[in-house]
């Protein structure tokens, strides 16, 4: 039986400041967990980490796997899960889709060890939540990528040719239209290739599952702490409203937030994702026939991701949003009205079924966008801050890959995926403001208004299409 059917379907929920993933996690005790209170007064650590996201907790838990010795202080403005690592679609992805550019930039052999690495991740996840009994829903049932409009049709071509090329061919299956309908029955698929690489989770189980273990093995995490001020000097001394942290180390997995600081403003620009969860409505995902846990996104440049929850639900998330200029993290970040509306409009497009299923929860989150498209991890000149973001809407998984990357760092212990392609580049630089800001904002509502009309099956007109491809043509690897 589909529950709680009401003709309020189409309305944006008012907003509870938290993520219904979060809500969810946080109504069980093991997820709520410990406090964790703000720093009071004046401490010293071997390594203190700015940001408790997944990038933080899991450079932390990798850190103590290395030396259970280590005095690692983890400090965060919210609480753990409060940003994106608890507001995400939970799709925890490798590179494998990204293997044709991959192989493009970096050569076969380097873009195979990043794949590889980046699947390492997702079953490390998976071991992770196992071997600590944290329930955070992860299951691997695949990945789709699906054409929904004419244009997408073939848009996995290149990925396909590579995989061949690689030996990889039995990992990816192209499907016609009836194929990809059969699995899930939108009007709108019109074919799409599936992957046997990737797994979901609910993100914000996952934060706080992290949180709970590193506490357990002597991590301090102290929450509502942001810190204020940043001496990248040794020792790194980290100023909060009150008290103050100087270490040895410092590892910065401030993800978006990182714009506001000088040293990384340029090297990312800051997005918003959205995304809309329906009411249960079991029986509805039954006539779709979508039954399994598998993701599916698809090609538009700023890409609907779509999931269940296990309780029948819809997540269906809108990425490449950006309110209006949004120079610094604003509260549209978290809640904005008219992006949700875009959400639930796209939603119903693509389910029509759905349309008359309560929307429950609608939230979104910033994106640290890269111009490469990639994280980047470094080591600030001095030696001893190090620092990795940039996952550009695909850091679920790579922000494991980053813990390890940066917990290695910490301890100058080597690793083979220090030699990723990914450690100590130089990120792309963005224009200055203040052309940044109006330039990206004028290039994403060409971007979206090229994404909706072709979704309509209408063509741009050649001033659109122009300006959606600009930042390609710039070299950032952005846009259609
Ligand atoms: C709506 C949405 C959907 C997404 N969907 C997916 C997906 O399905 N799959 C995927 O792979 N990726 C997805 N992403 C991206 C993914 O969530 C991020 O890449 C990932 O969570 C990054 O983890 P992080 O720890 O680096 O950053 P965060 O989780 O942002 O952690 C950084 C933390 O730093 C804290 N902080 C900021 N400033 C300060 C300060 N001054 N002092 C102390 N603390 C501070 C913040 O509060 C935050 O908790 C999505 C993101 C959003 C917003």
Redo the contacts with the bound molecule.
């Keep these: 039986m589909t529950t709680a059917l009401e003709p309020s379907a189409s309305t944006v929920p008012p907003d509870e400041g938290r993520?219904w993933w979060l809500r969810e996690a946080l109504a069980l005790p093991e997820f709520a967990g410990d406090d964790a209170p703000a720093l009071q007064g004046d401490a010293t650590a071997d390594v203190v980490i700015?940001?408790?996201?997944?990038?933080?907790?899991?450079t932390a838990y990798q850190l103590k796997r290395l030396d259970p010795g280590v005095d690692v202080v983890v400090?965060?403005?919210?609480i753990?899960?409060?940003?994106?690592?608890?507001?995400?679609?939970?799709?925890?992805?490798s590179y494998w889709n990204d293997l044709a550019h991959l192989s493009h930039e970096f050569g076969d052999a380097t873009a195979l060890r990043l794949c590889r690495a980046g699947e390492d991740s997702v079953d490390a996840i998976g071991a992770f939540c196992a071997g600590h009994g944290v329930d955070a829903w992860f299951r691997t049932d695949g990945d789709l990528g699906v054409a929904a409009s004419a244009v997408q049709v073939g848009a996995w071509a290149d990925l396909v040719v590579a995989a061949e090329r690689l030996g990889l061919a039995d990992d990816f299956e192209v499907l016609s239209a009836e194929a990809m309908r059969a699995l899930i029955d939108s009007p709108v698929f019109r074919g799409g290739i599936l992957s046997r690489y990737g797994a979901t989770v609910q993100?914000a189980r996952l934060?706080r599952g992290l949180r709970r273990v590193v506490m357990e093995m002597g991590v301090r995490v102290h929450e509502r702490?942001?810190?204020?001020r940043f001496g990248t000097g040794s020792p790194a001394v980290a100023e909060?409203p009150s008290g103050t942290v100087r270490a040895g180390a410092a590892v910065v997995?401030?993800?978006?937030?990182?714009s506001?600081w000088r040293r990384f403003r340029r090297a990312i620009t800051v997005r918003?994702?959205?995304?809309v969860l329906t009411a249960a409505a079991p029986d509805r995902l039954q006539e779709l026939g979508w039954t399994s846990g598998v993701?599916m996104s698809d090609y538009r440049a700023a890409l609907h991701?779509v999931?269940t929850t296990p309780d029948g639900r819809i997540a269906f998330?809108v990425?490449g949003m950006q309110p209006n200029l949004a120079r610094s993290i604003g509260p549209r970040?978290a809640h904005d009205e008219a992006a949700l509306r875009v959400a639930i409009a796209d939603l119903h497009r693509m389910f029509p079924t759905f349309a008359d299923v309560p929307i429950e929860a609608g939230?979104?989150?910033?994106?640290?966008v890269s111009g490469a498209h990639l994280p980047f991890f470094g080591t600030l000149e001095g030696g001893s801050v190090h620092y990795?973001?940039g996952?550009?809407?695909?850091?679920?998984?790579?922000?494991h890959l980053?813990g390890r990357i940066l917990a290695h760092r910490v301890i100058g212990r080597h690793d083979d995926v220090l030699d990723l392609p990914i450690v100590d580049s130089q990120p792309m630089r963005f224009p200055p403001e203040p052309i940044r800001s109006p330039g990206a904002l004028i290039a994403n509502t060409a971007i979206r208004h090229k994404d909706e009309l072709e979704d309509r099956g209408e063509q741009p007109n050649p001033i659109v299409d122009f300006v959606a491809k600009l930042p390609r043509r710039l070299g950032y690897n952005l846009g259609p």
Aim: hydrophobic residues 25%.
């Design positions: 993520s700015l940001g408790g996201g997944y990038t933080g907790l899991w400090l965060e403005q919210d753990c899960g409060g940003g994106p690592s608890g507001r995400n679609g939970g799709f925890v992805n993100p934060a702490t942001p810190v204020t909060t997995a401030l993800n978006a937030w990182a506001h918003g994702s959205y995304i993701s991701y999931r998330g990425g970040f939230w979104g989150g910033p994106i640290d990795g973001l996952y550009t809407g695909n850091g679920v998984g790579p922000s980053g």
